[in-house]
């Protein structure tokens, strides 16, 4: 039996002594007292001893235990609150336009950014910019709602005047590096009003991924109340990219055309 009602100091601390020599003969319920009062870690470690046959087997297991424990931690995500907005002072969440930027300044070898809107572009994808021009072979792919911010644009309503109008407006305002990343919509949003393209996150070399309910734009990232999660687990960012490659693949988001020939 594992001894789960156990702290890892007290094993560690019952491990010391029995190999010390510190605990004389076997070691009784009465002994175990000295290291727990807990009675739920006495009966834990009364069944270990069993299960252990010896002190010197004992104090091995108590170890042992300690040592699964600190494996299993450093194997979960580590998870981080992010927050955008007011909050107590002393509260414990990370900056959403901090976040960000230093998402996009450690990336390797890819990026994925997903948001329903974009504003202010020019602004927050400066250091993801200046990563592409230091790292030639990273690749930066984005997905968004094409029809946000289109509604007052004259002319006509088809996918490609949608996707020549995006192209005019991410040059001019959102994009001021030398090479462009590939950028992907969902058709489905111009042809039905219903529909919207409202996923909103980062993936950074499939391996750690921030989830988020701001859009990229600045008034997001840096005033509205706005909440994520930035999870650095591989599986999970695995997982989370896997789900826009499957769409890219098969053919339910496409590429904005336009952009290609900037690059």
């Given amino acids: 039996m594992e001894p789960l009602e156990v702290p890892s100091e007290t094993l560690l601390q019952l491990a010391d002594a029995l190999e010390a020599g510190h605990v004389r003969g076997p070691l009784t319920k009465f002994g175990l ?28 297991m108590c170890r042992l235990v300690v040592a699964e ?12 609150l992010v927050w955008t907005g007011p909050e107590r002072a002393g509260a414990s969440s990370r900056d959403t336009k901090v976040v960000v930027a230093e998402l996009f300044a450690r990336a390797r070898r890819s990026v994925l950014v997903s948001s329903y809107s974009l504003s202010g572009g020019a602004t927050l994808f400066a250091p993801l910019a200046a990563r592409m021009a230091e790292i030639p072979a990273l690749r930066v792919r984005m997905f968004f709602d094409l029809t946000v ?51 909103k996150c980062i993936v950074i070399d499939e391996e750690i991924a921030f989830v988020t309910s701001a859009n990229t734009s600045v008034v997001a990232q840096q005033e509205n109340i706005e909440a994520g999660v930035l999870i650095e687990d591989r ?29």
Avoid: C, N, Y
């Fill in 69 to 80: 424990r600190a494996a299993t931690m450093a194997r979960a995500p580590r998870v981080e």
């Fill in 149 to 199: 911010g289109d509604d007052g644009m004259s002319g006509p309503r088809t996918r490609e005047a949608h996707e020549a109008r995006f192209v005019q407006r991410f040059r001019k305002w959102h994009w001021r590096g030398a090479r462009v990343p590939e950028v992907f919509h969902d058709p489905r949003t111009i042809d039905d009003d219903r529909i919207s393209f409202h996923a």
């Fill in 33 to 60: 007292r000295a290291f727990t009062t807990s009675a739920s870690a006495v009966r834990s470690l009364e069944a270990l001893r069993q299960t252990a046959g010896s002190e010197a087997a004992l104090a091995a």
């Fill in 235 to 263: 599986l999970f960012a695995l997982a989370l990219g896997k789900q826009f490659d499957d769409l890219v693949t098969a053919g339910l988001l496409v590429p904005v055309q336009g952009l290609a020939a900037l690059r």
